[in-house]
């Protein structure tokens, strides 16, 4: 399975019956090993939240993923986070043993861009669960999303700071929930 060989992820389309979307996202956790669920913000016209649906069903350790971002970029990013955590034991190890980890190689001409990547648990769990990834709970789904860690996938602003960054742009501030915005700390925010 290459998950970058997608004829299609879903985006645009919209099944004319409830039915008809669980079977699409059900087809695509068995074609491309997830389904990425885009969330509009009602202000605008692009999603401003992905999550996978179904990662976990086939990934070691099983692990769903979430992103805001106000472009189709997050969907992009959680698909190659997704291959790197079930093809490099090196990386998961990594995004496992830190609070925080930073990977470069997704975004810029040159890869100098990074991501940042989180495991959230406990009470951030919970309300990103209740609020914004609420169908990995569905129970149409159920067979699919095994127990599961919840990795956030935080992308920097133009200027490639992080949000909990005073100087994070605030034309995507508003984008990303203040309680996932990432602790303040001077020395790791200077990463350009």
Known sequence: MNPFNR???GFGQKPNSLDAYHSAVIRNIHEYGQHICGVHDPRGNDPNLFYTIGNSYDAVPPVELFCFWKSNIGSGILTMVSYLLKTSPEFCEKVFSQEVTYHWGFLGLDEEVPIALRQI???LERVAKDKYVCQLDK????KYIKPHKLIQVILPDMNHRFPGDP???????????GFLHLPYDPQVYCVN
């Open 121 to 123: 648990s406990g009470l």
């Open 7 to 9: 004829s299609s992820c």
């Open 167 to 177: 100087l994070f742009d605030d034309d995507f501030v508003d984008a990303i929930p």
């Open 139 to 142: 129970p149409e789904f159920s």
